[in-house]
Structure formats: structure tokens, C-alpha cells
């Protein structure tokens, strides 16, 4: 347990002296308030407005959490075709590495168009954006595996299907994980982008869209307010599946410094 | 080279993540379905030209009084991502009715989108020439020289040139800035002089309630044709068809204006329902202060009356400055009608 909090103790330090400096900026005037509040004002609208935070902070995270999933889903299916099919690949390949410059802000009106004003545009956002990382990390996972080991199937006489499920499927998976870390950090500013991107009805959408009603409103403590869930919620997010990967793919994880 | 007995662990871990993604996808399709409602309603979406606010409480009081229900519409608000949106999606035929501005419908119409304003929610500009004390700046004459913020839109721009000529100053000598939507942000940081594109009945009493004593010039004021800065826009082709639900719509938001008008601390707390984010006290000042001009200045007039006459300059305007190019005053149908307002039309 203290081995653990030692482990915490330089990221707690780095984060106060950061807050430590950012309370200063703000509190020796340097700054208007309302352009950027000081921590302790934050924290304190954040207090008085747990409810609103919460009840935006779980629609962000249903549509973060489903949207990453179907990234994770597709991004690796898609990954395997392209390691299968050399064709697939070089049609495939640019398009994907094209699709992470498209500007949301001017398809949102569109998707909205398309699926209305509920969690599906959002959904397509996030799949947009997180797909990605896992698609490179999965094709790169698979293309590395062992050529030792592959030569050894095809020797004991493995079909293709046979060499990809027990040779490079396997091979892939941690760097697959890494793709899915990368995809839920990202996956966090993909919901504020899918939320601020498209058109919504009901009191609550999310943080995103509270965060630019509150910039509008000149709410910007309560702004930055919900800025600080979302930055929380990145961290568990990462952290949890860091954890997840540990339990489920230990073979993923190897200490540090170890060589193979 | 890494042992492979734990590809029955890859196996597990592969089977999860699919079946979690399938579930995401089923629960995906789950949230598609609409909760019945009885049919007597008919579905009516209305399409915000932002945030729900202070100008759209005869909307919300009429809604949470039931006066839709009464004339048989389930009307539905959308709040947009952006103010160019709620046209686009009303010409896609997504939405039934969009709230919008003036000068954008004429800008829509002069993009060949057929679309028609039937009443005006606000009767005057809104937007403001708005500074603060320590920038200096009493009237428009004093922005010469200096830097002044924008959100970034053509019109503003023309309205910026018009208010500096109106007032002596070569437009030449002012700086523009694009500040997107941050201008009074723009103007605390001390980054411009002044900013077109506030309110006179939002950003400028935000000022207000904070202290700053903002000086505040709508742009009406300061030789720019009056228009009306927030319109019920429909389809034309729905306006020829469906008159019937758009003289019941306006006949249920004249109602809601009443309740508005009698009540307005009641108003302002459905719009802070409507929009967490808004506040109570701000709303509240905002529809008191944003009354006079929901009302057509001649009393004879029903509410939501558009000034044909300041439609007509208004429109010329727009066409002197380049910012459409065809006239809309001659070229097909005008861009608003009156006949759908209680007491007009047949």
C-alpha cells in the first residue's frame, strides 16, 4: 500500500504545484475571472452544481463508453481485413488516414440529417474519431509477429485461419490494447466534439454541449467546472482499462525493463 | 519470442470485446425507439436558433400552459449546434419550423432555399454595438482608430461599415476582429475597444449584472435599417399547404407572449428548466428588458407582425452591400408573410 502511494505521490505532486501556479496567476490579478476562474472557484461551483455535472456527466459517458466500444469493434475487424488483404489495404488505408481530417463541425448537420436529433450522430462522431488508432495498432500488432513462429504453424501444417487465430491474432492483441487506450483518452474529446457538433433536444446533453452553453451564458467557472469531469473522467477512463487489460491480457503486460 | 498457451486468454478477451460492442449496438438500437404518444397531437419540431433564452419564452410558456396541446401540435424544441443550422435542417425537411434571424433568412432565400418567415418573435435588432468603460468609446465615432471584435459574420461586418459611415468614420480606420462567439471574453481581456454582435437584452446585461456598466448601442441606433432579429421561419411550400397548423401555432405563441407578458419570473423558470445552464436571474432581467420589442410598435398590429416597410429597406440594404445579390423585394415571393397571424389573411 505505501509502495502505491509512493507510486502516486509524483503525479499528485506535479498536479498540486500546476493548480498551485494557476491559483496564483489568477488570484494576483494577472487574469480576469471570467477568462480564466481560479481552482478554488471551480471547486466550488463544481460542489454546488454536483446534480447538473452528474446527470450531464452520465449521458457523456453512455455515448463514451458505446461509442468506444463499436471504435474498438471496427477499428480491430477492420484492422485484421486490411493485415488479410494486401487489395483491402491499399483501398482502405488513405481513406481511413483522410477520414481523421474531416471537420465534424461540417458534417454534424448532416449525420444529424440522417440519424435526428438523438445519441446516433453522436455515436458516429466518436466512432469517427476513435477508430483510428486502433486500426494502425492492430495492423502493426499483426504484420509483427514472429516469422519463427508462423514458419513453425505452416510447418505443423496450419491453414491460414489456423496461422492468423494462433499465431498473430494473439501476437496483436497487446498492441490492439494500446490502440484502445489511445481510443478511449481520445474518445473523451470525441464526445464533446460529437456534442457540440450536432443538434439536440432535452435539458441534458451531455457535458460538451453544458460546457459551450456555459461559455455562451458567461458561466465560465461552471465551464471550466465540467472541463475538470470530463479531464477526471479521461484519467479513470485510461486507467480503468489499463487495469481491465491487466486482468484480461497479462501477457500484454510486461514490467519495465525486461526484454523479451 | 512471447508463449502462445494464453491464446485462450486472447480468445476470452476477443469473445468480450465483441459481445460488448454487440451489446452497445443493440442498446444503441434500444434508445431509437420513440415513446408512443397519443395520436391526437400532431408531431411539431421547432428548431432554436440557439441555447434556449429569454427570447423564447412565449415558445416554452405556451408549450408547459398546454396551448399547443389545445390546437392539437406536440411541439418539440431542438436547440442547434450552430446558427447556421436550423435552416438547413428546416429546408432538408428534419424540422417543421426554425427560429432564425432576418438578415440569415434573406441570406438563405439568396442561396435558392425556399423559405418564408410568418411572424417575428423580435420586432427590432438585438445585436448591439457594446464597450466598456475603460476602452473609451461613448459613441460610434469614438471607435476610430481602433480595434473592434465580430463574430465573424458578413452581415455583422456590413453593419459595423454602415454604423462608422453613419457616424463620419472611414471604416478603413477601424480593425475588425473575428473573436468567434467570445466577444465579451474579447472585449475583458481588453483584446478590442468594442464588439458588434451582443445583445442589447443578453451580453449587455450580463455586463451589467457583473458591474461593468457597458455602453451599448444597437445597431438600429446607429444607421442600420431596423429588422427583425428573430423570425418563425417555415417550408414556402408548407406555408401554401399547411396553413392551418401555422394560424393554430401562432394563435397558441400569442397566448404564450401573454402568459410572458403577465408573468415573466414564471417564464424565466421554464427556460432555465428547458436549459440548466441558464440563470434564473439573468433570463428574468432579459425578457423583462426584451418586452417592448416582442410587440409591434403600432398597437393596432397583432403580435408577431413584420413591418413591410422595414423588410423592404432592410432587404435593399443587404443588396446595396453585396451581401445577396438578387433583389428581394422583386425577385419571386417576398420573403415574409403576415396572413398566418391571429386576425390576418383569408
Known amino acids: 500500500m505505501t509502495r502505491r502511494l509512493l507510486h502516486a505521490l509524483p503525479a499528485a505532486a506535479l498536479a498540486l504545484a500546476l493548480v498551485g501556479a494557476w491559483e496564483g496567476y489568477v488570484d494576483l490579478g494577472l487574469v480576469n475571472p471570467i477568462v480564466l476562474p481560479a481552482p478554488h472557484e471551480i471547486a466550488s461551483v463544481a460542489w454546488s452544481n454536483a446534480g447538473l455535472l452528474a446527470a450531464n456527466l452520465e449521458l457523456t459517458a453512455q455515448e463514451v463508453g458505446l461509442g468506444v466500444l463499436l471504435a474498438l469493434l471496427f477499428g480491430f475487424v477492420l484492422g485484421v481485413l486490411i493485415h488479410l488483404s494486401p487489395a483491402l489495404r491499399r483501398a482502405v488505408y488513405p481513406l481511413a488516414v483522410g477520414s481523421q481530417a474531416v471537420p465534424i463541425a461540417l458534417i454534424g448537420v448532416l449525420l444529424v440529417f440522417w440519424w435526428g436529433f438523438g445519441v446516433l450522430p453522436k455515436l458516429f462522431v466518436i466512432v469517427l474519431i476513435c477508430f483510428f488508432p486502433v486500426v494502425v495498432t492492430t495492423v502493426d500488432g499483426l504484420s509483427a509477429v514472429d516469422p519463427d513462429q508462423l514458419k513453425l504453424l505452416r510447418t505443423l501444417g496450419a491453414s491460414r485461419w489456423q496461422a492468423l487465430r494462433f499465431g498473430e491474432l494473439p501476437a496483436a492483441v497487446p498492441a490492439a490494447l494500446s490502440g484502445a487506450r489511445i481510443a478511449l483518452a481520445v474518445g473523451v474529446i470525441g464526445a464533446y466534439i460529437a456534442e457540440t457538433s450536432t443538434a439536440t433536444s432535452g435539458p441534458y446533453a451531455g457535458l460538451g454541449h453544458q460546457i459551450n452553453a456555459d461559455i455562451n451564458g458567461l458561466q465560465t467557472p461552471r465551464a471550466y467546472a465540467a472541463a475538470a469531469v470530463l479531464f477526471l473522467f479521461a484519467i479513470a477512463c485510461f486507467y480503468t482499462l489499463a487495469l481491465a487489460e491487466r486482468v484480461l491480457a497479462p501477457w500484454a503486460h510486461r514490467p519495465r525493463g525486461e526484454s523479451r | ?346
Open chain 2, 1 to 346: 519470442m512471447r508463449a502462445t498457451p494464453t491464446s485462450a486468454r486472447a480468445r476470452t478477451v476477443v469473445s468480450l470485446l465483441i459481445a460488448c460492442a454487440c451489446a452497445a449496438a443493440l442498446a444503441a438500437c434500444g434508445t431509437k425507439q420513440d415513446t408512443i404518444s397519443p395520436p391526437a397531437a400532431k408531431p411539431f419540431t421547432v428548431m432554436l436558433d440557439w441555447f434556449p433564452n429569454a427570447d423564447h419564452a412565449p415558445l416554452y410558456a405556451a408549450i408547459s400552459h398546454g396551448y399547443f396541446d389545445q390546437v392539437g401540435l406536440d411541439v418539440r424544441p431542438i436547440v442547434p449546434s450552430e446558427t447556421a443550422e436550423p435552416l438547413k435542417l428546416l429546408a432538408a425537411g428534419k424540422v417543421d419550423m426554425a427560429i432564425s434571424y432576418e438578415p440569415q433568412l434573406l441570406l438563405a432565400r439568396d442561396q435558392g432555399l425556399k423559405l418564408v418567415s410568418i411572424a417575428a418573435l423580435v420586432q427590432r435588432p438585438l445585436t448591439s454595438i457594446i464597450a466598456l468603460p475603460s476602452a473609451h468609446v461613448q459613441k460610434v465615432a469614438d471607435l476610430a482608430g481602433k480595434r473592434v471584435g465580430t463574430a465573424g459574420l458578413a452581415y455583422q461586418a456590413a453593419e459595423l461599415r454602415t454604423a462608422l459611415q453613419s457616424a463620419g468614420v472611414s471604416p478603413s480606420s477601424v480593425q475588425e476582429a473575428d473573436v468567434g462567439f467570445n466577444l465579451v471574453g474579447a472585449m475583458l481581456s481588453g483584446k478590442v475597444a468594442a464588439t458588434l454582435g451582443g445583445y442589447w437584452n443578453y451580453e449587455a446585461l450580463q455586463l451589467e449584472q457583473m458591474h461593468k456598466h457597458p455602453i451599448v448601442i444597437p445597431v438600429d441606433h446607429a444607421g442600420v435599417p431596423s429588422y427583425d432579429e428573430l423570425v418563425l421561419v417555415v417550408r414556402s411550400e408548407e406555408a401554401r399547404l399547411d396553413g392551418q397548423d401555422l394560424r393554430a401555432f401562432l394563435q397558441a405563441l400569442t397566448r404564450g407572449a401573454q402568459q410572458v407578458r403577465s408573468n415573466p419570473a414564471a417564464a424565466a423558470a421554464l427556460i432555465v428548466k428547458a436549459n440548466p445552464a441558464a440563470e434564473m436571474k439573468l433570463q428574468t432581467a432579459s425578457i423583462e428588458k426584451t418586452l417592448p420589442a416582442t410587440l409591434p410598435s403600432n398597437k393596432s398590429n397583432p403580435y408577431g407582425w413584420q413591418d413591410p416597410s422595414a423588410w423592404a429597406a432592410f432587404g435593399s440594404w443587404m443588396l446595396a452591400h453585396g451581401l445577396i445579390h438578387s433583389n428581394p423585394n422583386t425577385a419571386g415571393l417576398p420573403p415574409f408573410t403576415n396572413e398566418f397571424l391571429p386576425g390576418q389573411g383569408i
